[in-house]
């Protein structure tokens, strides 16, 4: 048996939670080389255009994405818990159920975005909308991929497996930086080029995992000539999927609402704000990735009973991911500029991109919060909490406070909101985590 599983139960908190997240975070941060070499490229070869372009598709993008992600991560809760209560025949069939159902939700989401793409362009006010459209569309072909690697890659991490996600990553993002270089630079493809890079990419990514996967069937139970879904495994995957489908799909919805304000300042404001996006969620990739780490490890302890490393994982993670958004905010703080520039060399898109850092990037700590707390309601399957505090922080608070905000200071208030919104979900956090009743919240409870 060659697959690489991590008993997540045993040995010392810091240390293991460090050696386990470590890769995590890089493969996240690798991941984000997709969009930003996109950008990056697009920037110096499209100019403003291509900026605006990439950013608003990529807004979509995300929220499809984050509906795939959210799916996962109610499947791989399962498969963690069943992981770390020594149940091999539910870990197998939750796999086999995972995967049949992401692949046929790629199919279906692929026709949606090719055929409605436009038309929510159309809803954001995308200024360069044909450059758009066409960066969408060729994206959406990619859809499958998207949500079959991101099943296969949470059944990896849910087991303990950080390691393969990272080199599979690593792989795909020096194709998906090649690949754009050849199709913005001698091929002149423009956007459309760097649509055709990320779907190439996603494509290869989900291969390898696949291979992976298949080559182990023995431990993980997949096998292409017998796909299906276990009834009772689909319900369980749902209950605990969809809320995360939900609290991502709202997050999703309140950057997509944001967007259309900032899209109202013009197409530099746009472009500065499509620049600003990639280096703030680059610097949250490295808290949102421990995140997710930290649930598989709160998932596979509570499936063992053993609630009060639960809760030192808990604390643990606080204290570094507290360090850590500190240490970003410092340095947005003193390199916006130079950031801002290595996307595009126009004034106009550099003042709009560091007007935004240098306000938002602040909200990071508040980040550093609430994601710990969203890990142990995650590893525990109270995924309707997360949903709850997420409606709170990104409708209740971000999209209320930015229209209201946009309204009496313009610009500079839409970015205040999106500062101050995460803070809200952090009280919601700590009620959670003092009641105690993420301890009554084993899903593979007999």
């Known amino acids: ?130 450059e758009a459209t066409s960066y969408l569309q060729i994206c959406a072909l990619g859809m499958v991929f998207i949500w079959g690697y991101n099943a296969l890659s949470s059944i990896l991490r849910a087991t303990g497996d950080s390691s393969s996600p990272f080199r599979i990553i690593m792989i795909t993002s020096i194709v998906n930086i090649i690949l754009d270089l050849i199709f913005m630079g001698p091929l002149h493809l423009g956007v459309a080029g760097a649509a055709a890079a990320t779907m190439l990419s996603q494509c290869i990514s989900f291969l ?49 609402v944001v967007t259309y304000f900032i899209n109202g300042y013009g197409v530099d404001v746009s472009a500065g704000n499509g620049v600003s996006v990639k280096i703030k969620d680059t610097c949250q990739l490295v ?57 595009s060399k126009e004034p106009a898109v550099i003042e709009a991109a560091v007007l935004n850092l240098r306000i938002e990037i602040i909200g990071q700590i508040f980040y550093a919060g609430f994601l710990t707390y969203h890990a142990l309601m995650t590893g525990a399957g109270h995924t309707t909490m997360v949903m709850l505090s997420s409606f709170t922080n990104c409708i209740l608070v971000r999209v209320v406070l930015a229209a209201l905000f946009n309204h009496f200071w313009g610009l ?26 993420w301890k009554r919240s084993l899903v593979t409870k007999k």
């Open 208 to 256: 390898i995992a696949l291979a992976i996967i298949l080559r182990n069937e023995s431990f993980y139970g997949l096998n292409l000539g017998k796909l299906g879904i276990v009834a009772d495994k689909l319900k369980l995957i749902l209950k605990l999927g969809i809320p995360c489908v939900l609290q991502m799909t709202i997050a999703a919805i309140s950057w997509l």
């Open 412 to 437: 500079p208030g839409v970015y205040i909101a999106c500062m101050i919104a995460p803070f809200s979900s952090v009280p919601i956090g700590m009620a959670y985590t003092h009641s105690g009743i």
């Open 1 to 130: 048996m060659n697959q690489k599983t991590t008993d997540l139960t045993q040995g010392n908190v810091a240390k293991q939670l460090i050696a386990y997240a470590l890769p995590l975070i890089a493969t996240s941060l690798l991941q984000s080389v997709y969009s930003i070499a996109d950008l990056l490229i697009a920037g110096h070869t499209v100019g403003s255009i291509g900026l605006s372009a990439i950013n608003n598709s990529s807004q979509i993008m995300t929220l499809v994405t984050k509906i795939a992600i959210g799916l996962s991560v109610g499947g791989s809760i399962l498969v963690g818990q069943c992981f770390g209560g020594k149940d091999e025949q539910s870990q197998k069939e939750a796999v086999r159920t995972l995967f049949t159902v992401c692949i046929l939700a790629g199919v279906v989401c692929t026709a949606v975005l090719w055929c409605f793409g436009k038309n929510l362009l159309i809803l954001l006010d995308a200024p360069a909308l044909a």
């Open 287 to 343: 808290l949102s990735s421990m995140s997710t780490g930290v649930s598989a490890m709160i998932a596979q302890n509570l499936g063992a009973k053993l609630y009060d490393r639960a809760k030192e994982i808990l604390y643990t993670t606080m204290k570094l991911a507290v360090l850590i958004s500190v240490v970003m905010i410092v340095f947005v703080e003193l390199f916006a500029p130079a950031l801002a520039g290595c996307f």
